[in-house]
T-cell receptor
Framework: EAGVAQSPRYKIIEKRQSVAFWCNPI?????LYWYQQILGQGPKLLIQ????????DSQLPKDRFSAERLKGVDSTLKIQPAKLEDSAVYLC???????????????FGPGTRLTVL | KQEVTQIPAALSVPEGENLVLNCSFT??????LQWFRQDPGKGLTSLLL?????REQTSGRLNASLDKSSGRSTLYIAASQPGDSATYLC????????FGAGTTVTVRA
């Protein structure tokens, strides 16, 4: 079974530029998550989709971050414009099904390391 | 807001020694707790998941305990090996996962 795929693996941009990350979850997984992991910290949930609907985006900085999962399969996360503090690893994860109050085990992709100069 | 703390932040042991990693959380109203392993440049791998009704969970050389009332979990790794070198993260689920900052483990051959 193929795992969660992410691209690109690394990205270096100047501040105020735009960047987009792509994630393809495990086939058949209904729930998709985007996390931000700043160096030395644990991952922080940015947004959670179930199929193509948003379940939780309370920690997504909506003035600059956006995400979509149009066909309920793969997803893109965009930052526009980027700031220095956005330097982090962006992790995508998927799980089979989200039931309110409990989660299945999440399967993580390798992440995209973003450096903003 | 759930706060998750992991102590120590880093640990270095000789091969063969048992490892003890600690995790504490502030809100005991959780559904489950997971321990993950993270290798450099790679994503997270789930090691153990303990439901809130369970006291412990075991897999091979790994054993995790959960004391929900005191807000603590401990991951034990028996007879450590150099291949156990990684960062170990705990995450509590109280409708979403809240992660600690991790403990970076180095096992010296």
């Amino acid at each position: 079974e193929a795992g969660v795929a992410q691209s690109p693996r690394y990205k270096i941009i100047e501040k105020r530029q735009s960047v987009a990350f792509w994630c393809n979850p495990i086939s058949g997984h209904a729930t998709l998550y985007w996390y931000q992991q700043i160096l030395g910290q644990g991952p922080k949930l940015l947004i959670q989709f179930q199929n193509n609907g948003v379940v939780d985006d309370s920690q997504l900085p909506k003035d600059r971050f956006s995400a979509e999962r149009l066909k309920g399969v793969d997803s893109t996360l965009k930052i526009q414009p980027a700031k220095l503090e956005d330097s982090a690893v962006y992790l995508c994860a998927s799980s089979p099904l989200f039931t309110s109050g409990a989660t299945d085990t999440q399967y993580f992709g390798p992440g995209t390391r973003l450096t903003v100069l | 807001k759930q706060e998750v703390t992991q102590i120590p932040a880093a640990l270095s042991v000789p091969e063969g020694e048992n490892l003890v990693l600690n995790c504490s959380f502030t809100d005991s109203a959780i559904y489950n707790l997971q321990w993950f392993r993270q290798d450099p440049g790679k994503g997270l791998t789930s090691l153990l998941l303990i439901q809130s009704s369970q006291r412990e969970q075991t897999s091979g050389r790994l054993n995790a305990s959960l004391d929900k009332s005191s807000g603590r979990s401990t991951l034990y790794i028996a007879a450590s090996q150099p291949g156990d070198s990684a960062t170990y993260l705990c995450a509590v689920n109280d409708y979403k996962l809240s992660f600690g900052a991790g403990t970076t483990v180095t096992v010296r051959a």
